[in-house]
């Protein structure tokens, strides 16, 4: 199983920015995926996932801001994130349970500061 995030950048607060996780090795369209964020200091934190059948769930902190979405024929899953905060900042990873196990994607960086 292999996840790979992109995406991240610096961007003004207000701004708007598209987080992709590209995977491999596993049935992609039947796995519920996620979205999570650390920021300096702080725990991981659940941002957000969609499940196979592209119902979506929100952390309180971004939901109306963030949209998750997923494309199976490309095996690709998306975060758009508008109307970023500071407080946005953090390296965001994707992650997928298969087998019974976690696994993580490396991380993208994502700054939010004028």
């Known amino acids: 199983v292999q996840l790979q995030a992109s995406g991240g950048g610096l961007v003004q607060p207000g701004g708007s920015l598209r987080l992709s996780c590209a995977a491999a090795g596993f049935n992609f369209r039947l796995n519920t995926l996620g979205w999570y964020r650390q920021a300096p200091g702080n725990q991981r934190e659940f941002v957000g996932d969609?499940?196979?059948?592209?119902?979506?769930n929100y952390s309180d902190s971004v939901k109306g801001r963030f949209t998750i979405s997923r494309d199976n024929v490309r095996r690709v899953m998306y975060l758009a994130m508008n109307d970023l905060k500071p407080e946005d900042t953090a390296i965001y990873y994707c992650?997928?349970?298969?087998?019974?196990?976690?696994?993580w994607g490396q991380g993208t960086l994502v700054t939010v500061s004028s």
């Open positions: 969609i499940t196979s059948g592209h119902s979506t």
């Open positions: 992650k997928t349970v298969y087998r019974s196990r976690d696994f």
